[in-house]
């Protein structure tokens, strides 16, 4: 049954807001997206109304999934302070002392004290860049792979709204299905449990969204998917070091991150903002991966160090973290993952499939404490 644009309305007239007006005239919503059953929406309030707002976006959450033919509903609550205005008065802790700064990192108040694990999944790994273009999603992918090549149950989050890549890389055209809980359930490919808003969405599709939208996306892929039982679950980031990494960080206890980078210092400088970011979120950094670290003529065997050599290795020796590998720049790389078919899988005994492999086996042994606690 296709759902469309005038049942989402007709279902949120029926959500009283907290002014006493229906949803639908409170003139707080965003356009409404609606694609193949997938709705997608915000409420856009001041900062000062945000908490008496929260108990109305989950009754129109519930409202618009109770819509025959509705598979997925994600909204968000956008609260943002009219300029000029004061920042909205902190809640007292009972029996604690305000203090101007520096809390603790778990403190009651720090965004970190709302991590929660998410049930059957021993480990939830990053894999992040400080800019794009440097191979993190084909790298996040064949991680992914060489960690199920060491015998681990793995899963694949892409958390990269703006530009999901996993669809492609992994040829996967299916939509997820709900199960009776009203959870998503991954797409199983290549032994890996895979989600991504790139399932929702056609790939030509605009994400035009703000922070809030995206940091609600990312905690309904986290916590609204029926990932089942994994020893780890690589987390394909976007990159920078915005609202989604914080989303991550903050809703999860991230075990470790992956810092993928090229040699070259443009990538370096962004390589050290992303390392940097999540050390101040108390999250451990796993290691440093060189990508494109230099490429070998398939006809003549003349290595070319394109992008420079060595840049990453030096810069993890520099920061005293672990050094993972390199990864060369290479055509069968990019063909398999332009294909759908990632080289650990379509190429297992290659050599590039052994360098991924001997990545993942160095993640695992640092996980290693963990996966067994679990």
């Not at 996993?166 to 290549?190: A, S």
Request: aromatic share 4%; glycine share 10%; proline share 8%.
């Amino acid at each position: 049954m296709s759902v469309t644009q005038q049942q989402v309305f007709e279902a949120l007239g029926k959500v009283a807001s907290p002014r006493g007006v229906a949803l639908t005239n409170a003139n707080v919503l965003s356009p409404v997206t609606v694609t193949d059953g997938k709705v997608f929406f915000s409420i856009n309030v001041d900062a000062a109304e945000a908490r008496a707002w929260e108990s109305v976006r989950a009754q129109a959450e519930a409202a618009v999934r109770a819509i025959p033919g509705v598979t997925a509903a994600m909204i968000a609550l956008t609260a943002e302070r009219r300029p000029g205005a004061a920042p909205p008065p902190q809640r007292p802790v009972p029996g604690v002392a305000p203090v101007a700064s520096h809390r603790p990192p778990h403190s009651p108040a720090s965004p970190m004290a709302k991590q929660a694990e998410i049930p059957g999944i021993a480990a939830v790994i990053a894999v992040a860049s400080g800019k794009g273009g440097v191979g993190k999603s084909t790298t996040a992918i064949n991680l992914a792979l060489g960690l199920r090549d060491l015998g681990l149950r793995v899963g694949l989050l892409d958390a990269d709204i703006y530009g999901p890549s996993v669809p492609r890389l992994t040829g996967i055209r299916e939509k997820p299905q709900l199960n009776d809980e009203r959870k998503m359930i991954p797409i199983q490919r290549f032994g890996l449990a895979i989600m991504s808003i790139g399932f929702l969405v056609e790939e030509d599709t605009a994400m035009i969204w703000r922070g809030p939208m995206v940091m609600s996306a990312i905690t309904q892929m986290l916590r609204d998917v029926e990932w089942g039982t994994l020893d780890v679950l690589v987390v394909d980031m976007p990159p920078g070091t915005g609202d989604a990494q914080l989303t991550l960080a903050q809703n999860v206890p991230l075990k470790g991150a992956v810092i993928i980078s090229t040699p070259q210092d443009l990538s370096l400088i962004d390589a050290r903002r992303g390392l940097a970011m999540f050390k101040k979120v108390n999250v451990p950094v796993l290691g440093i991966v060189e990508n494109m670290s230099y490429f070998q003529c398939p006809h003549c065997g003349t290595r070319s160090d394109i992008f420079g050599h060595g840049g990453a290795r030096h810069e993890a020796e520099r920061l005293g973290v672990p050094f993972l590998g390199e990864i060369p720049l290479h055509m069968s790389i990019r063909a398999a993952s332009d294909s759908g078919t990632p080289v650990v899988d379509s190429e297992p005994d290659g050599p590039h499939a052994a360098i991924y492999r001997a990545i993942g086996a160095k993640v695992r042994d640092q996980l290693q404490g963990a996966i067994a606690a679990a």
